[in-house]
């Protein structure tokens, strides 16, 4: 029988027991852990933090609060789905802690997913009714979805503690306007200049204010104070754009959203806005390479596709308008006016029963919207009574 070489031998002895070393080396403690990545997310050392919560899961796979913590470094680091996945975790773990629920309305939030995060919001208001972030941001999500009756009923309790913040004066004066509680949209814009003072910021903001109301000569004076005030305060020069072209002076707005596009090149509204008004001066041409441009800043915006459509239509292509008109449609199926762009875009490719189909679906979605105005006027109505 042939000898083994000896450093064979050694690594056959050793090796069982090596191994058995390895087998008994004790676990780490998660609590210690836990502790060491809590310091790194109090540290904003998010990767060590991260690091941390994960190595507790695979320790302790049941921890709630590993997994909510591991979501707050998530949410903080804009990774928002990762950060849902991770607080519904927690969540399955731990269904009574609020402020699981109240971060998992906050991702919904910062996704602009307003209507998902609604309910955990008031979760956490039936739990803790003064909880100031909860009624802060579910008023929030209110204004966003155009629920101005909620959005002020949020938002009232938490006057005193708010009322030196400018966003949410903003938000209270406008959601009051729409209500058509005048005196205390009044109320709450003063308030807004009192603590703004006179600056481009604050004309702004009151610019703004005016134009979601429609108040569209006070917006005026409002913005032209802000851009005097600093021409190159973004989103100024907009909005006045927006205002002029509300008011017929075409020209103005136009000018506007250039000056807009020179401060903030990489948004694309101006874009988008200065396009739609020179296709209705009748520079198709023109209107093509703006809402392009706001195309490749941003390709899921169906208004410039729709206006892309329009001024393919003025060009005498309705193959190219028809591509850009169903993509504007897959972005926004709810839009009776895109439907019925996309109908006269069927019409003048010869195509005539798309078309029908079209205009039979946005005439079914204007009727929807009448009855949902109606409803917010008046309340959901009864059914109508079988005649006796």
């Known amino acids: 029988m042939p000898m083994r070489p000896l450093a064979s ?21 998660p609590r210690a852990v836990f502790e060491r990545a809590q310091a790194a997310l109090a540290a904003r050392n998010y990767a ?6 994960r190595e507790v899961l695979k320790l302790d796979p049941e ?73 802060y941001l579910d008023g929030m999500c209110h204004f966003m979805l155009d629920e101005y009756g909620p959005a002020v009923a949020a938002l009232v309790p938490i ?19 729409k209500l058509k509680r005048a005196s205390e949209s009044e109320q709450t814009f003063a308030r807004l200049v009192e603590i703004g003072g006179d600056t481009p910021h604050l004309h702004l903001l009151l610019g703004k204010a005016y134009l979601d109301l429609y108040e569209n000569q006070k917006a005026e004076q409002e913005l032209e104070k802000a ?71 941003n390709p899921r915006l169906p208004q410039s596709l729709a206006g ?10 309705p193959r190219l308008a028809l591509a850009c008109l169903k993509r504007a449609v897959a972005l926004e199926p709810d839009s009776a006016n895109l439907h019925y762009q996309l109908g006269q875009a069927y019409l003048k490719a010869g195509e005539k029963q798309p078309a029908e189909k079209e205009m039979t ?26 005649p006796e």
Do not use: C
């Open 63 to 135: 921890s709630a609060a590993a997994y909510s913590n591991l979501g707050v470094v998530e949410l903080r680091t804009n990774r928002l789905d990762a950060a849902i996945r991770s607080f519904a975790a927690a969540k399955r773990l731990a269904p009574n802690v609020v402020g699981i629920d109240l971060n998992l309305g906050l991702a919904y939030y910062q996704k602009q997913q307003f209507r998902q995060a609604i309910p955990y919001f008031e979760r956490v208001l039936g739990v803790d009714p003064t909880s100031v972030q909860a009624h």
């Open 159 to 177: 006057y005193d503690q708010e009322k030196d913040d400018l966003d949410y004066l903003f938000v209270l004066g406008i959601s009051y306007g």
């Open 308 to 317: 892309l459509g329009r001024a393919y239509l003025a060009e005498g292509k």
């Open 227 to 297: 851009v005097a005030g600093d021409p190159r305060l973004p989103f100024a020069h907009y909005n006045l754009g927006v205002d002029y072209q509300r008011l017929g002076q075409l020209d103005r707005a136009a000018a506007e959203f250039r000056q807009e596009i020179a401060v903030s090149p990489l948004e694309p509204w101006a874009y988008e806005s200065r396009g739609v008004v020179l296709l209705e001066q009748g520079h198709a041409a023109e209107a093509i390479r703006l809402f392009r441009q706001a195309l490749e800043r």
């Open 9 to 29: 031998l050694l690594v056959a002895v050793l090796m069982p027991a090596t191994q058995a070393r390895r087998q008994t080396r004790p676990l780490p403690d």
């Open 361 to 386: 679906a946005a005439q079914k979605l204007q009727g929807r919207a009448r009855e949902e105005q109606a409803e917010r006027l008046n309340g959901k109505l009864p059914p109508p009574q079988a």
């Open 48 to 53: 060590a933090a991260e690091r941390g919560f």
